[in-house]
């Protein structure tokens, strides 16, 4: 019998099998990251990630880390995402399965654990899983197919250029045999792992392009447990934390005693933080310090969670509130009114001689637009389950980006990284607010403190009162056009908010998600410009919420576009027209994409996707009863180009979307159609919400919408009765959709209601002007 000595990697490779079937090693197609399984530090500042933004450099894509194969030939594709509504746990393992040429009827979905070295990039935000797993998740599937090949080649003793391969199998048509890929997974451990691959050619795609039906949809529509809210373990507690009615408030005084003795509760106690009462807030995402974001409070743990609660109504707490007790959401339009007065604070762009080329316009338009701080309410409320012991966490959490997390947690439960065990589990919406993991680290410091692992559940009210809003903001615009109709000046003085003196966020630095930038559409296309802003503080915290910048912009840039064709007597499509035949400046190149230029904005793109949604709605031609209009819009952000046409009926300001055209550039290849028409949809809907009735405002500080009686969302009655998407496949790698299909459907339900009732609607939300749905 002979010996024969292997290496580590090898036998490694070898063991796998003894599971049955083979997980594949592949060298990595970029620098894995180095250190332990997160960052190695909490994130700082930007939306997310840290300095490098969502996700940061293309991942590092081992086979080892994605792929199994059993013995009967099922293949198992591991999903490295967070899975919060979008698809992508289906999505990806359908890159891999296409160029492994698999069945996907064969394939097994599993979710992967959060680990900074196996898996780069481990984020649900920014509309970045497609375009950064584009080829890397393609790269792995190819890997393992050609590693499928040479086993065959082997095996036959053949050359593999005379092999073929489909549904999991390897063929030789020559001699008329074939081979499954379970049969050669012991071979295939064995192998030298191939660094260059070849893709397969678009026109062979079998998964790619095909509507996949959403790997989770049987769970779902059975009620089985699926989300962080049916989270169990062995021992576990249930918990509600309690913080102050002002940001920062402390407690002061608490019937402590009593709370202890009601029925079901095991324990309640206070988690001291430290948040300075003059900290500008709306950095969008915490800092994970004792000074940090992180608010202090009253934890309640009890045997269910009821008990929890029904002690939380008992509660007698006097809170030592700060000077954000003083604010309000009358005290903003107030202060921004008197800011406009004034002389902005910043420049942002300034081109030619905007007052001189307003003055000498043949019309002009003028406006004032405001949109307010709105909440995420995503349907599951924020939750988290942590089992602390012995200096060790594990966490179950649906956070976004759990990277960012796993470093807070560990911050503030004084370990390191590398002693928590994250696990990613389906949310139920996230639209960026479980991007902030605040309630991961209040569940991970609970079950500390509790000895215990714990479930944290927010109640609506938590959720809808402590929330990263986003920004609301106050635009003071006027434009000119000369007697041709042609656009040659706009002024707008932009009031965000922020720190105008320094200090957090910086002197002259706007909150999170609320800025404009230089490059945005129209700016580069107009020779008179000037772009304005001043800031004011806040008492809440602000961050990402779907499509940032975008969601808010799209309405008022759009809207404004539409009074100044009406002006200029033009039509509202032909003037766009002409704003992009007319670019003034270079509209630089660079790699956000989510907002206006500075992303690589392209006008013809643009033209392209309004060119299509005019042609779907049939623009311009036809009679519409009385008290029904079309209105047109389109906004670039997130890397995708977005057209939207919406006819609407105004009848005594209650409307009524009749149909969205929906035309979209999000490059060469859509992945799953039936998701991504599932996210445009949705996308129409969430827009309309925000529209008409979604709005948080301050009192003494404190927010006054804390449930959906006061913050509804749109109904089914409500929704357009058909939403029809189109894509315009264009030369370029494919891009996200779930953000850039919001912002446009604003500003076109705007422009429809102005062209069918004369009514020109500038503040967010219309119900406060006495609309509603129909």
């Not at 005379?162 to 071979?187: C, D, M, P």
């Amino acid at each position: 019998m002979k010996t024969k000595v292997i290496d580590r990697r090898s036998f490694l490779r070898v063991t796998a099998l003894s599971g049955g079937g083979v997980v594949f090693s592949f060298s990595a197609l970029a620098q894995a990251p180095q250190g332990g399984r997160g960052p190695a530090a909490p994130p700082a500042g930007g939306r997310g990630g840290g300095g490098g933004g969502f996700g940061g450099p293309a991942a590092a894509a081992k086979v080892e880390n994605y792929i199994k194969v059993a013995p009967d030939g099922t293949v198992t594709i591991m999903a490295k995402n967070p899975e919060v509504g979008q698809g992508v746990r289906t999505m990806l393992p359908m890159l891999i399965a296409e160029e492994l040429d698999v069945d996907w009827k064969d394939v097994k979905i599993e979710q992967t654990d959060v680990d900074g070295v196996k898996y780069n990039g481990q984020i649900a935000g920014g509309s970045t899983a497609t375009p950064q797993n584009w080829m890397p998740m393609r790269q792995v599937g190819a890997a393992a197919r050609a590693m499928f090949v040479t086993a065959a080649a082997q095996t036959w003793n053949v050359q593999e250029a005379e092999l073929t391969t489909g549904s999991g199998k390897v063929y030789h048509k020559a001699s008329n045999r074939s081979i499954g890929y379970g049969q050669l997974a012991a071979k295939v451990a064995t192998l030298v792992q191939p660094t260059d691959v070849k893709l397969k050619d678009p026109a062979d795609f079998k998964i790619i392009g095909k509507p996949m039906v959403n790997s989770d949809i049987k769970a779902i529509i059975t009620g089985k447990p699926l989300f962080t809210i049916d989270m169990k373990v062995p021992g576990m507690l249930y918990a509600v934390y309690q913080k102050g009615p002002v940001f920062g408030a402390k407690v002061k005084t608490w019937n402590e005693d009593e709370i202890k003795k009601m029925p079901g509760v095991k324990n309640a106690f206070v988690i001291s933080r430290t948040v300075s009462d003059g900290a500008v807030l709306g950095s969008g995402i915490m800092d994970g310090t004792n000074g940090g974001d992180l608010e202090e409070g009253i934890a309640i743990v009890g045997e269910h969670w009821w008990a929890a609660q029904s002690a939380r109504k008992k509660l007698q707490v006097t809170w030592d509130e700060n000077s954000r007790s003083t604010h309000s959401s009358v005290g903003y339009a107030a202060k921004a009114a008197e800011l406009n007065a004034g002389k902005p604070q910043s420049t942002i762009r300034s081109e030619g001689d905007v007052e001189k080329a307003l003055a000498s316009a043949a019309h002009t338009a003028e406006g004032a637009y405001s949109y307010p701080f709105i909440s995420h309410a995503p349907l599951e409320p924020q939750n988290c389950t942590a089992d602390y012991k012995n200096g060790k966490c594990e966490i179950w959490s649906s956070s976004q980006i759990p990277s960012g997390g796993l470093g807070l947690s560990a911050t503030a439960l004084g370990i390191q990284q590398s002693d928590i065990t994250l696990h990613m589990i389906r949310g139920g919406g996230g639209f960026g607010r479980r991007l902030t993991n605040d309630y991961m680290v209040e569940a991970a410091l609970i079950s500390k403190k509790a000895g215990a692992p714990v479930k944290l559940l927010w109640s609506r009210e938590d959720d809808l009162s402590h929330d990263y809003y986003r920004s609301g903001g106050f635009h003071y615009l006027k434009g000119g056009v000369d007697a041709n109709g042609k656009l040659v000046a706009w002024r707008n003085h932009f009031i965000n908010y922020g720190d105008p003196t320094g200090g957090r966020g910086g002197a002259g630095q706007a909150t999170s998600a609320s800025g404009l930038t230089g490059g945005e559409f129209p700016h580069p296309f107009i020779p008179n410009i000037g772009i304005y802003t001043s800031l004011q503080p806040i008492a809440i915290r602000t961050g990402s919420l779907r499509a940032p910048n975008s969601n808010s912009l799209a309405f008022v840039i759009q809207s404004f576009i539409d009074e100044l064709a009406h002006a200029a007597g033009k039509d509202p499509l032909q003037f766009r027209y002409d704003i992009l035949d007319a670019q003034v400046t270079p509209v630089a190149a660079g790699p956000g994409g989510r907002g206006g230029g500075a992303g690589g904005f392209s006008p013809e793109r643009t033209k392209g996707v309004l060119q299509m949604v005019a042609q779907m709605s049939n623009w311009g031609k036809g009679n519409l009863p009385k008290g029904t209009a079309r209105g047109i819009a389109f906004h670039f952000s997130h890397n995708g180009y977005f057209a939207e046409v919406a006819e609407v009926k105004v009848d005594n300001k209650k409307v009524k979307v009749n149909k969205v055209w929906v035309a979209a550039d999000v490059g060469r290849q859509i992945v799953n159609p039936s998701m991504a028409l599932n996210m445009c949809q949705g996308a129409i809907v969430d827009g309309m919400s925000a529209m008409m009735g979604q709005q948080i405002t301050l009192d003494k500080g404190r927010v006054v919408e804390t449930n959906f009686d006061k913050y509804p969302l749109t109904r089914m009655a409500g929704a357009p009765a058909d939403i029809e998407v189109k894509y315009l496949l264009s030369d370029n790698n494919p891009t996200g959709l779930g953000e850039p299909s919001m912002p446009p459907i604003l500003p076109a339900v705007a422009n429809a209601i102005f062209s069918a009732s004369g009514d020109r609607i500038r503040e967010l939300p219309m119900v406060k002007h006495g609309y509603s749905w129909a």
